[in-house]
């Protein structure tokens, strides 16, 4: 009843409209609704079942947490860009009074000065992770507007730098917005912003960055504490503290001093801080560093934190980046570098990412550790230390493990926010994680940038369902095929 009834609703209406363009349309929906019956049927009659005889079972698709692609330069590209447009719009290089109003004068500045606020602060390790990072994007995208978000940002610090310092001329005791900048406390106010100041003034920033360089890899060198052998330490949470963290806030600073100007005395400071960091806190059963190491403890607990361990790899990779070839020290860095991947790849999840605890299942999976591996990884790649074949599948998966948190607003989801020193399990696994801890952001950028050169030197494809890196292009779009 319900064709025939619309079939006469709808001839009623050609004859009174005449119009051949009506008819015509009508025709098309009755040749419509003549096929319903057709249609619905076929979709009520049950599929047939896929056997070993029917169908070619081992290429079915699996339902992955993570995307199981190869990534392209594009895409990655993408990513960063949404991670750069958003920090472009919320990291301002403006400073208020103490009405909150733009203070564009910097000869008025004093106490209550303040940086205009922000979702993040210009002035933190975590930051100048993120300016090398844009630096890195810049170059192996040949986009200019990462590196200028960098230079920005730092031009921005060195022109309100003499503003402070005459403040402090009339006021010794004064506590500023850039008292950190001028009187670092800890490694964690000096290593990696006086590190990405060196690679911005090597990329040309042309600002002179250099006074604050030197302060910094001045308290570096002759200020922070250090056992008597010359280990870098600190008295916080107990005596005579080793964090696994303060290579990375030390280490990267002095080489790249080294490099700078030609001192070795940096080089000889960076190799000896990993080689005697390592022989306290790595565990070669394992591959994995601990995060805390304790002189006057009779035994020394052992938690693998995730990102401390991301701090020791990039460490490594950045002496590596710039020391010698034949430098005193170098092949002892390699081999610990080759035996940490080693270790890392092995506690690698099935989503892509490590653990907070890496050698704990059960801990959460955290974003900002697994893009200081993905980049780390990457690089040592890319410089030839490891093996693609090995370890490329396993960083494409990272990599896209990384770009699932991304959100479209361009923000880091999964980061453990900023992490003391633990003896017990309960402290590392409950730390929140949070969209505003900003060690996410540096590692994206720089994980990125060395993805997009990986895939300019290599040459991934799936084969047989799986990720497989091959030294030339292979042009085919098999599903399956033989390497020659």
């Given at each position: 009843m ?10 009623k209406?050609?004859i009174?409209s005449k119009t ?10 009755l040749a419509?609704l003549?096929?319903l ?18 169908a ?6 699996p ?28 990291t301002p290089t ?5 009405s ?7 000869t008025k500045?004093?106490e209550?000065?303040?940086f ?9 390790y975590?930051?100048?992770v ?10 192996t995208?040949g ?10 940002r730092?031009k921005?610090l ?7 310092l ?15 900048v ?13 590190a ?12 002179d ?5 030197d302060?910094?890899?001045d308290?570096?060198s002759?200020k ?5 052998d ?6 916080r949470p107990?005596?005579n503290?080793l ?5 990375f806030?030390s280490?990267?600073a002095?080489a790249q ?6 001192q ?7 190799v ?8 306290r806190m790595?565990?070669?059963d ?9 002189q006057e403890?009779?035994?020394?607990p052992?938690?693998h ?5 991301g701090?020791?790899?990039?460490t490594?990779?950045?002496?590596l980046?710039?020391?010698?070839a034949d430098?005193?020290?170098?092949d ?6 080759k ?9 690698q ?7 907070q605890?890496i050698?704990?299942?059960d801990?959460?999976?955290e974003t900002s550790?697994?893009a ?8 040592a790649?890319?410089?030839?230390y490891i093996d ?8 494409c998966?990272?990599w896209n493990?990384?770009a699932?948190?991304?959100t479209?607003k ?9 992490t003391?020193?633990?003896f017990?399990?309960a402290?590392?696994y409950?730390?929140p994680i ?5 060690h996410?952001?540096?590692?994206l ?6 993805m997009i ?6 040459f ?5 369902s799986?990720i497989?890196?091959y030294?030339?292009d292979v042009?085919?779009n098999?599903?399956?095929f033989?390497?020659?």
């Amino acid at each position: 009843m319900f064709l025939p009834k619309f079939k006469s609703i709808f001839i009623k209406f050609v004859i009174i409209s005449k119009t051949k363009y009506i008819a015509m349309t009508i025709v098309n929906i009755l040749a419509v609704l003549t096929l319903l019956p057709v249609i619905a049927f076929s979709q009520n009659q049950p599929a047939k079942p896929q056997n070993d005889a029917s169908a070619p079972l081992h290429l079915m698709q699996p339902e992955y947490d993570t995307p199981y692609i190869v990534p392209t330069a594009s895409e990655i590209t993408k990513v960063l860009d949404r991670v750069y447009n958003y920090l472009e719009a919320t990291t301002p290089t403006q400073l208020t009074d103490a009405s909150g109003s733009e203070l564009s004068d910097f000869t008025k500045v004093n106490e209550q000065t303040k940086f205009k606020q922000g979702d993040f602060r210009l002035i933190s390790y975590e930051w100048g992770v993120t300016y090398a990072g844009m630096l890195l994007a810049s170059q192996t995208t040949g986009d200019q507007k990462y590196a200028d978000y960098t230079f920005k940002r730092l031009k921005f610090l060195a022109d309100i730098r003499p503003s402070f310092l005459k403040l402090e001329q009339l006021n010794p005791d004064a506590r500023h917005a850039i008292f950190s900048v001028i009187h670092p406390h800890a490694l964690d106010d000096a290593g990696a912003m006086c590190a990405a100041m060196i690679k911005a003034e090597q990329a040309k920033i042309g600002s002179d960055l250099n006074p604050m360089i030197d302060n910094f890899i001045d308290f570096i060198s002759n200020k922070q504490q250090r056992f008597e052998d010359g280990t870098l330490a600190r008295n916080r949470p107990l005596p005579n503290s080793l964090w696994l963290d303060d290579l990375f806030m030390s280490v990267p600073a002095l080489a790249q001093m080294g490099k700078y100007t030609d001192q070795t005395k940096y080089f000889d400071d960076a190799v000896k801080q990993v080689l005697q960091f390592s022989k306290r806190m790595f565990n070669y059963d394992k591959g994995l560093f601990m995060h805390g190491w304790i002189q006057e403890m009779p035994e020394h607990p052992q938690f693998h934190w995730a990102r401390a361990n991301g701090w020791a790899v990039m460490t490594m990779v950045e002496l590596l980046e710039v020391l010698p070839a034949d430098y005193a020290g170098r092949d002892q860095v390699l081999d610990l570098l080759k035996h940490h991947i080693r270790g890392l790849a092995n506690y690698q999840s099935p989503q892509g990412f490590w653990h907070q605890l890496i050698d704990k299942n059960d801990s959460y999976l955290e974003t900002s550790a697994t893009a200081i591996y993905a980049y780390s990884i990457a690089r040592a790649i890319n410089r030839g230390y490891i093996d693609e074949q090995v370890y490329g599948p396993m960083v494409c998966l990272a990599w896209n493990a990384v770009a699932s948190k991304v959100t479209e607003k361009g923000q880091v989801d999964g980061t453990c926010v900023g992490t003391g020193m633990g003896f017990d399990p309960a402290f590392y696994y409950y730390r929140p994680i949070n969209v505003f801890a900003a060690h996410g952001y540096g590692p994206l950028m720089l994980a990125g940038a060395e993805m997009i050169e990986l895939l300019k030197n290599h040459f991934p494809k799936m084969n047989d369902s799986a990720i497989q890196f091959y030294s030339k292009d292979v042009k085919t779009n098999g599903a399956i095929f033989e390497a020659k």
